[in-house]
């Protein structure tokens, strides 16, 4: 069983940064492949960033790309999604995701998650 914690969201202007961590209260990271996944109210979960273990293979959505990295510090056993040039459309929920098998195909597909976080509120307004 793994217990994911998020931590870093919060308020910031258009144009803003915010980096956000997600780590293992219970359980192990590193060996997890790991997304990102926001909620705005009204809408859909979507699937922001994804990062696998071992080789660290990415993906990004097409809203965010050029402005959204994701990365993970092994030893920290925390995954990080740095958040640069922000807009008012960014406001949502994070919510990090663990997927034990490598279906990097399937990344942005919310059901091939194992285990979540609680989410941490994003809000980009002036």
């Known amino acids: 069983q793994v217990q994911l914690v998020e931590s870093g969201g919060g308020w910031v202007q258009p144009g803003g940064s915010l980096r956000l961590s997600c780590a293992a209260s219970?359980?192990?990271?590193?060996?997890?492949?790991i997304a990102w996944f926001r909620q705005a109210p009204g809408k859909e979960r979507e699937g922001v960033s994804w990062?696998?273990?071992?080789?660290?293979?990415?993906f990004v959505a097409d809203a965010v790309k050029g402005r959204f990295t994701i990365s993970r510090e092994y030893a920290k056993m925390t995954v990080f999604l740095q958040m640069n040039s922000l807009k008012p459309e960014d406001t949502a929920t994070y919510y990090c995701?663990?997927?034990?098998?490598?279906?990097?195909?399937?990344?942005?597909?919310?059901?091939?998650?194992?285990?979540w976080g609680q989410g941490t509120q994003v809000t980009v307004s002036s």
């Open positions: 995701a663990a997927m034990k098998d490598l279906r990097w195909d399937r990344w942005k597909e919310a059901s091939e998650y194992d285990y």
């Open positions: 219970r359980g192990t990271l590193p060996t997890y492949n």
């Open positions: 990062i696998s273990y071992g080789n660290d293979l990415t």
